[in-house]
């Protein structure tokens, strides 16, 4: 058992001072196994991914430093690329956006699914879907609204419709009457 850990502790000796050589001939095997590495990835998944989650938990401090220093140094693409997924995505960029305002109003509540956040995405995505295809523009109405005159309707799934833009502005912070639904 002693020789096995001396021969590793002599190859660790020998990796730290040949560091580009090193790089140069894992970067060789990586090339030439990408079978034998596909395998490898294949059959110790879970155990890799478990692994991954240990390194980030126990690393998650020095992560996010190194993440809000690369946001600092790289501001300009940091805001192209939510720009672009902003453009590309108007309406989970919506979801997003009401659910964020909701919370500041404590009208999001604490026990939402992921599932209802889901649903509740998806009308804001076919509202844009149908103000793209139809070139009316839609909007997703809270049927109580969220700041109405003796009540307070929740940023729920089942308090939502997807509805033309001018009838939910006709409708102000109203209860809805069903002329204007």
């Known amino acids: 058992m002693d020789k096995i850990i ?3 502790l002599a190859n660790k000796k020998w990796r730290d001072k040949n560091i580009e050589a090193e790089r140069i001939r894992c970067a060789k095997w990586h090339r030439d196994n990408k079978d034998k590495r596909k395998q490898y990835k294949l059959k110790h998944r879970d155990k890799i991914l478990r692994r991954r989650k240990e390194l980030y938990i126990l690393n998650r401090d020095k992560i996010l430093a190194v993440q809000a220093e690369w946001r600092v140094n790289n501001k300009d693409k940091c805001y192209a690329r939510s720009s672009k997924y902003a453009k590309n995505n108007p309406g989970k960029r919506a979801a997003w956006q009401r659910l964020r305002n909701a919370l500041e109003l404590k009208a999001a509540p604490p026990w939402l699914t992921k599932e209802q956040l889901k649903r509740i995405e998806a009308l804001y995505v076919e509202a844009a879907r149908l103000t793209k ?6 909007s997703v109405d809270h049927i ?8 307070v309707g929740l940023h729920v799934p089942w308090n939502l419709r997807v509805m033309v833009i001018s009838k939910n502005i006709r409708k102000k912070n109203h209860f809805p009457a069903e002329e204007l639904i």
Do not use: W
């Open 144 to 151: 109580y609204p969220l700041q109405g005159k003796g009540f």
């Open 6 to 8: 001396a021969g590793r």
């Open 133 to 138: 295809e139809t070139k009316i523009k839609y």
